[in-house]
Nanobody
Framework: VQLQAYGGGLVQPGGSLRLSCAAS????????MGWYRQAPGKERELVAT???????LYAGSVRGRCTISRDDAKRMVYLQMNSLKPEDTAVYYC????????WGQGTQVTVSS
């Protein structure tokens, strides 16, 4: 099983990014999938999750600005992030609780002017 996150980059405050996660060896529609992030010097934290039946959950800090979605046929999970703030700067990881210790390589998001 592999989870490959990509799509990060440098964006100005107020900008948008769409992160993608390619899942191999895993059926995303049969697992809760999530995005997590870790900023320098801070603990890894939940950003958003989507369950097998499509229920979504967002951290309070991103609610209303981010949308998690998935494409079952492509085995992809996405995180659309809008109105980005400097405090959103972090490495973003795709993760599923099904494989508790599987984090994979994250993607760096930097929000700065």
């Amino acid at each position: 099983v592999q989870l490959q996150a990509y799509g990060g980059g440098l964006v100005q405050p107020g900008g948008s990014l769409r992160l993608s996660c390619a899942a191999s060896g895993l059926v995303v529609s049969r697992n809760t999938m999530g995005w997590y992030r870790q900023a320098p010097g801070k603990e890894r934290e939940l950003v958003a999750t989507i369950t097998e039946i499509g229920n979504t959950l967002y951290a309070g800090s991103v609610r209303g600005r981010c949308t998690i979605s998935r494409d079952d046929a492509k085995r992809m999970v996405y995180l659309q992030m809008n109105s980005l703030k400097p405090e959103d700067t972090a490495v973003y990881y795709c993760h599923t609780p099904t494989y508790r210790y599987l984090w994979g390589q994250g993607t760096q998001v930097t929000v700065s002017s």
